[in-house]
Each structure stands twice: as C-alpha cells, then as structure tokens.
C-alpha cells in the first residue's frame, strides 16, 4: 500500500512549544489528504469548515480528528460532527451533530448499521443512528454518563474545552463483538461491555488501538508502539521507534497508525504547545530540530525506519489523525 488517506487540521497560525498557553488549539480548516508515498506526491482532496450554531463562537478548534471507511463510505469526525461521505468521491451523504459533542475524536460504524462515536470532552462513547437518533450512552470511566459534572441539557458544541478531562478517550476499536476505547490519561484501553476488562499499557499516554489478527497496536504520544494479545490482554512488546530513527530530533506527537503484516505507518505531528504541560512532559532534554508533521513506515520487526514523508512540505496539515489505505 502506498496511497493514504490522512486526516488532520491547519493552524491559524505556527508557534513553538516555548509558546505561551493562551488560545493554544489554534486549528481553522479541516483537511482531508491523499498522499502517495511511492512517488512522494500529496494532494488536498476535501477541506472543510465547520458551520456556526455547532461550534464555539471564539476562536473554534476546526479540524479532521480520526475517520474511517467503511466500503464505499467514508466517516470523519470533527470537534462537534459526525461528517458521512460517499466514497472515493467524497459527496455528503450522511451528517450527524448532538448537542453533548465535544472533541469528538472518533467514529466506526457498527454491525447493527448505527455509528459509535468517541465523545472525549464528555468521557463517553455513543451509539448514535445515521438519523441522529440517540441509541446508548456510555461513561469510559464506569460511571454514569453524565457523572454529576455534566449537564443533559447543555450544548457542549458550544464550550471550546471542557478540560481536565478524567479518562480522555481517544479510539474505539473491537475485539470480537466488543467495543473497546482507548483511555489516554488512564493509559490503558477497556472494554465498554465488561469494563473489568482491560489492557494496561503503562508507558505514555495512548492513542490509537488498531487490531491486526490476534493483536491490537497501540501508539502512544512518545513515541511508542505497544503490541496486546487480543486473548491474553496483556502488552506482549513495546517498540520504541526514536531508538530506532537515532537521531538528535523529535520525532513530534505520536498519533496514527496503519498496519501492513510486520510494518507500519505512524503519523506524527508537530508539538504544539499545551495548557497542560505535563502532556509533553516526555520530550527529552537537548533535541536540536523537530521533523515535523510527516508520516513514517517502520518495519516493526527488525526495527527498522523504511521510510519517510513530509506531510508539511506539500500540504496545509499541521497535524495527522488518521492514516487510512485509499
């Protein structure tokens, strides 16, 4: 495979992670883009704008978060949006917006035909038919839903941030049957049928959860792959690729991952700075350059760097979400 989709968002404006924390997610357009890496070319094949009424009124985050497709569909999430699209030529066909989104960072589709959707800024995960017919609400933390903090009334859309955030989830994923999410500040993934069922990562924050045969690979923001056995739940490898690249730069946030046999693609995205810095606590003394947002193909075996491309250099993304096979 050399053609990806990559979702992902322009800032208004690049600044450094010595930047100051005021107003920081500083995303104004949504992208979509195709790159083949083979020939080292990208192309914007969508860009989007989200409308007002489902966004918040000062300086709103507006970006491509994780997609997926789903045969001749294809799903992607912005901040408060479920956007369907026929695919591969990209007209709407489907859109969902309920008032309890809120950094949406995640949507699949389920076998019943409904959408399962990572409503991080509320801890939950929804089910949610194509109509916008609420199906079942989950908390990824075991609690209620709405857990005392949150109000069933209110139009999250609305708030730019409803930071700290308890578990933060990020991807969901299945093992069989069962919806799992992946729980960024709880470092780990759980199911959300049997939330006694759980994969501890350790490590770093964790992103993605992506299952391969009888394994699901994780990326954490670090820099890392953790590799779990869908049967024993348990971390069976952690694959360190800045061992691998050996280089005096940083390799930038860690997010995206598409598997390929015993290769991998990973996005990283350029560090942005954080009103929570201990969200980048890991980056390491004395790094001389940063490479930028770029997608990276790594042969997880031999530990291994196969190649490289530079998402920045011919495409407005400043950030990588989703690498998904076009």
């Known amino acids: ?47 989007y704008t989200s409308p007002s009424g489902v966004t918040a009124a000062e300086d709103p985050a507006i970006l491509f978060k994780q997609g997926y497709i789903d045969g001749d569909r294809l799903l992607l999430t912005t901040q408060t949006e479920v956007l369907v699209l026929s695919y591969p030529n990209l007209e709407r066909i489907g859109y969902v917006s309920l008032p309890s989104f809120n950094d949406v960072h995640h949507v699949r589709p389920t076998p019943d035909g409904t959408l399962l959707v990572v409503n991080t800024g509320l801890d939950q995960l929804i089910e949610v038919g194509l109509d916008g017919e609420l199906v079942r609400r989950w908390s990824v933390t075991g609690s ?9 009334d209110e139009d999250y859309r609305l708030h730019a941030s409803t930071k700290p955030y308890e578990a933060h989830p990020n991807h969901v994923f299945h093992i069989g049957d069962e919806p799992w999410v992946t729980r960024f500040e709880k470092r780990d993934a759980v199911s959300m049928v049997d939330p006694g069922r759980r994969i501890d990562i350790g490590a770093e924050r964790v992103h993605d959860g992506t299952v391969a045969g009888d394994h699901v690979y994780f990326t954490t923001v670090d820099g890392r792959v953790a590799v779990a056995c869908t049967d024993t739940l348990e971390v069976v490898e952690m694959i360190d690729l800045n061992t691998i690249d050996g280089n005096d730069a940083i390799l930038g946030w860690c997010r995206g991952i598409h598997i390929e046999g015993d290769q991998a693609w990973i996005g990283f995205s350029r560090l942005r700075p954080t009103a929570f810095r201990e969200n980048v606590s890991w980056v390491r003394e004395g790094f001389k350059r940063s490479l930028g947002t770029h997608i990276a193909k790594y042969d997880l075996v031999n530990r291994r760097l196969l190649d490289r491309f530079d998402i920045e250099g011919q495409t407005p993304l400043n950030a990588v979400f989703s690498i998904l096979p076009a």
């Open 144 to 152: 209620d839903p709405w857990n005392g903090r949150f109000d069933p």
């Open 1 to 47: 495979m050399t053609r990806f989709l990559i979702t992902g968002g322009e800032q208004r404006g690049k600044r450094s992670l010595a930047a100051g924390n005021k107003r920081w997610y500083r995303y104004g357009k949504a992208h979509l883009v195709e790159v083949d890496t083979a020939v080292k070319t990208a192309s914007t094949r969508l860009s």
